[in-house]
């Protein structure tokens, strides 16, 4: 089953021409089905790029997928025309009525200031609250994995001495765990950050399980299963050029950053970068998805978290 996206949406061409199945809104109205409901609050500048990296991988499912786009109303993007925030985004005032089987947060290029000291941080402590009586399954990215932690764990994140940049390898902790169904002991996932958390202080937290980890130690995914809140550090979502692209961004600004790390081969930018975790990628959407969305939502919203409004 396909992945049904607004109309026009210009993540479309690329999906296409990846071949990957997607409908627009007027076709999905015409067949009798519940699709689920997922909602993303893209807190990325360049909200196109994050738009068709998700979607690419929630389409690759044989589930039917309806998707609504929300940004902040307390700070409006400046990277993204408004055309295309009036035209395919709400704001959490427009959703916070509904309910929803799962809830994607994104990452955010400011995790160098403290939480407090975002300029809508109020407004997302508001949706993280608001998400766990109107949302079945949570899967927050990188930044928004590290606020959400701290949200509803006080769990805190730390500054790393220089960004982290690369593809790092990674290995399993619970091999039965159904979100890591198909995955390799060890596997390969992109990171770009200068901060973490601590895995010592996520230990303290009885609710939270590290399923996932760097070689390093560094927690790669969190979860509270009991609750479907899962909390990825890195970005498996990226296309094969990210990475390259944020390097040369970071070099035409002066920046002199490190190469990224297990990318490029023999390390030299000039060559085309090797992808070594597309399979994961797709693994970890399908199985949040099927395991701890689709088998776990009732068929009728409504009755999930009944009450709440």
Known sequence: MPIKIPNNLPAAEVLESENIFYMD???????????????????????????????????NTPLQVEVDFIYTESYTPSHTPKDHLTEFYGTFHEVRHKKYDGFIVTGAPVELMRFGDVAYIDELYEILEWSKSHVYSTFHICWGAQVGLYYHYGVHNYIHDEKMSGVFEHRTLLKHEKLLRGFDDYFYVPHSRRTYNKSEDIAKVPELTVLAEMMTGEPYIIA?????????TGHAEYDPLTLNNEYHRDMGLGLNPKIPENYYPNDDPSKEPIVRWRSVAHLLFANWLNYYVYQGTPFELDELFKGNI
């Open 224 to 232: 509270n299963l009991d609750e479907g809140q899962f909390f990825i």
């Open 25 to 59: 809104s007027d076709r999905a109205y015409s067949q009798d089905i519940r699709p689920l409901r997922i909602l993303i609050l893209n807190l990325m500048p360049i909200k196109s790029v994050t738009e068709t990296q998700l979607l690419r991988l929630l389409g």
